[in-house]
């Protein structure tokens, strides 16, 4: 199937492949949570030693980004669009989980009195600087004890990566897109080569974490497969080639790109097939579930002290799904169904953006 095909919304079901994965990073991040060391309670980690589902499921899910949110900006073609529905799409559910964190959660976790809870600054600036992407995981006297200590939500440390993802697109979609969607493929490459240098230049910032410094490369795929969608394919060829490739370089210095790149190509191969497509679920709450799987963790480590990692991990899932399904109900598609109207609202104002800017 051309890829070009593939993208419409009739013939994947990314929505899907996105909660599989967003509950992969729940798997993932149970074994530390729980004290205990190794990979072997995870499915990817007992495999393939050197990462573990969270880490491969973050950069699928970086992969997927690229490709759903270029494909629709190459058919929108407006960057005002754009910013409103990203803006739309992310802060009201980071903001709804920042706000129950710090004002429900904290007060019943927290080893402090509720008015030293809240006398310093802390507890709001753990509001603020999340919401401006500034990464800050503690609040005053959380988690103190649990084995992975103080942090309240690990998860969010890869949002101000996926907003400079978009950013990367945005300002080349603005600066070459509109002359020639294939002009895209330059920049596309400078990140896709930087990854494979064994010094990295343009991202040098990103330091040496795999988990971190290929999320760039992941993203820009996702943008390659999208802008070039009328010109490649995926099929079960495409897989052989992809699993050769990973077996010749398991173990080698280019094996956590590879494993990435024969991932991200089995799932965008399975989200195509029919019989995956009949099961598009009615809300997407991979957003949600990711949100939240990682307080609920610890939140659970500190009731329960550590226990059965199936068992954390069975509950763990069952909690985040109903509290992202809350979310997405009553937090995110009113606000994605906002954002539309407030485009369309600015659009009858402003002619200008008719045009696309």
Same mark, same amino acid.
């Given at each position: 199937m051309k890829i070009s095909e593939l993208l419409f919304k009739q013939n994947n079901n990314f929505d899907l492949i996105r909660i599989i994965l967003a509950c992969l990073v729940?798997?993932?991040?149970?074994?530390?949570l729980n004290g205990l060391s190794g990979h072997w309670a995870d499915p990817i980690g007992y495999f393939f030693p050197f990462t573990y589902s969270g880490s491969l499921s973050v950069k699928a899910f970086f992969f997927i980004s690229g490709l759903v949110v270029t494909n629709s900006y190459l058919s929108k073609q407006n960057g005002v669009y754009f910013v409103i529905s990203r803006i739309f799409r992310i802060i009201p559910a980071l903001l709804f989980l920042l706000l129950i964190t710090v004002f429900i959660f904290g007060p019943f976790l927290t080893t402090l009195s509720t008015i030293d809870y809240f006398s310093g600054l802390n507890s709001f600036s753990y509001i603020y600087n999340n919401l401006i992407f500034n990464t800050e995981y503690y609040l005053p006297g959380l988690f103190a004890s %649990?084995?992975?200590?103080?942090?309240? %939500? @690990?998860?969010?440390?890869?949002?101000?990566?996926?907003?400079g993802c978009y950013i990367f697109l945005l300002v080349t979609f603005l600066l070459l897109g509109r002359f020639n969607k294939y002009y895209l493929n330059i920049p596309i490459a400078f990140?896709? @080569?930087?990854?494979?240098?064994? *010094?990295? $230049?343009?991202f040098a910032f990103l330091g040496i974490n795999p988990d971190i410094s290929l999320l760039p490369m992941s993203f820009a795929l996702g943008c390659l497969l999208a802008v070039n969608a009328d010109k490649l394919v995926i099929n079960l060829y495409v897989l052989l080639i992809a699993g050769i490739f990973l077996f010749l370089c398991k173990g080698g210095?280019?094996?956590? $790109?590879?494993?990435? $790149? *024969?991932f991200c190509s089995v799932i965008t191969y399975i989200s195509?097939?029919?019989?995956?497509?009949?099961?598009r679920p009615r809300y997407d709450i991979s957003y949600g579930i990711y949100l939240w799987g990682f307080l609920i963790q610890q939140t659970m480590v500190h009731y329960t002290g550590t226990i059965y990692v199936g068992l954390h991990c069975l509950i763990a899932l069952l909690i985040s799904i109903a509290l992202a399904l809350v979310t997405n109900i009553f937090i995110e598609k009113p606000f994605i169904a906002l954002g539309k109207k407030t485009f369309k609202s600015l659009k009858t104002?402003?002619?200008l953006l008719?045009?696309?800017i």
């Open positions: 729940i798997i993932g991040h149970s074994p530390v %649990n084995p992975y200590p103080h942090a309240v %939500n @690990g998860s969010l440390w890869s949002l101000k990566y996926e907003m990140v896709i @080569g930087d990854a494979l240098l064994e *010094t990295p $230049i343009l210095p280019y094996a956590q $790109i590879v494993l990435m $790149i *024969t195509s097939r029919k019989s995956v497509v009949k099961l104002k402003m002619p008719q045009s696309g």
